[in-house]
T-cell receptor, first 120, second 114 residues
Framework: AQTVTQSQPEMSVQEAETVTLSCTYD???????LFWYKQPPSRQMILVIR??????QNATENRFSVNFQKAAKSFSLKISDSQLGDTAMYFC?????????????????FGQGTILTVHP | NAGVTQTPKFQVLKTGQSMTLQCAQD?????MSWYRQDPGMGLRLIHY???????DQGEVPNGYNVSRSTTEDFPLRLLSAAPSQTSVYFC?????????????FGPGTRLTVL
């Protein structure tokens, strides 16, 4: 079974600064997918960024980028130029690729979450 | 296009009561799933469905039933609520059970069982 660990329960950063959230995972799969989701106080789960394990290039989405270290099974999220609206809980998640006849369809395994607070 | 909708947003039950959490999506997605979110534990998969008429258990299925009579709807039933089921429940959908695309989450239902 896969496990996802976020070792930072809470983080804080000043507006306009950069912050990095950590995530490690454990799997025996060679191909898989990793995600960062944002959950603001509204509770809505919002996809921030995704990474396919077979792609060596780190994914980026505007101010959000990841540092994917496959050998180390590490998947950290870097938020540049932090904004007040980035205040939220952030979840790292893992998905195995679907396989015919298996039971892994679309299952996301989540980490415990990191509460990020951006201070003005 | 409303995406994934969930009702109710909040619910308080007494131990032993039953209720159904509703989930609907208007994107013609094949795959739908239910997660519960508890403090310090992230989200955990309860049940999922790869299409109408097909459901299967996730990581924490005990105490919950599901059915999928239509593509659009995927209700979650609590037959006899227990305090351990106090949680926030999220429904999610994605285009296909073979898809690794983004999963779309509903706004959640906060359930308290007294």
């Amino acid at each position: 079974a896969q496990t996802v660990t976020q070792s930072q329960p809470e983080m804080s950063v000043q507006e306009a600064e950069t912050v990095t959230l950590s995530c490690t995972y454990d799997t025996s799969e060679n191909n898989y997918y990793l995600f960062w989701y944002k959950q603001p106080p509204s509770r809505q789960m919002i996809l921030v960024i995704r990474q396919e394990a077979y792609k060596q290039q780190n994914a980026t989405e505007n101010r959000f980028s990841v540092n994917f270290q496959k050998a180390a099974k590490s998947f950290s999220l870097k938020i540049s130029d932090s904004q007040l609206g980035d205040t939220a809980m952030y979840f790292c998640a893992f998905m195995k690729p679907p396989n015919a006849g298996g039971t892994s369809y679309g299952k996301l395994t989540f980490g415990q979450g990191t509460i990020l607070t951006v201070h003005p | 296009n409303a995406g994934v909708t969930q009702t109710p947003k909040f619910q308080v039950l007494k131990t032993g009561q039953s209720m159904t959490l509703q989930c609907a999506q208007d994107m013609n997605h094949e795959y739908m799933s239910w997660y519960r979110q508890d403090p310090g534990m992230g989200l955990r998969l309860i049940h999922y469905s790869v299409g109408a008429g097909i459901t299967d258990q996730g990581e924490v299925p005990n105490g919950y039933n599901v059915s999928r009579s239509t593509t659009e709807d995927f209700p979650l039933r609590l037959l006899s609520a227990a305090p351990s089921q106090t949680s926030v429940y999220f429904c999610a959908s994605s285009p296909s059970f073979t898809s690794t695309d983004t999963q779309y989450f509903g706004p959640g239902t906060r359930l308290t069982v007294l």
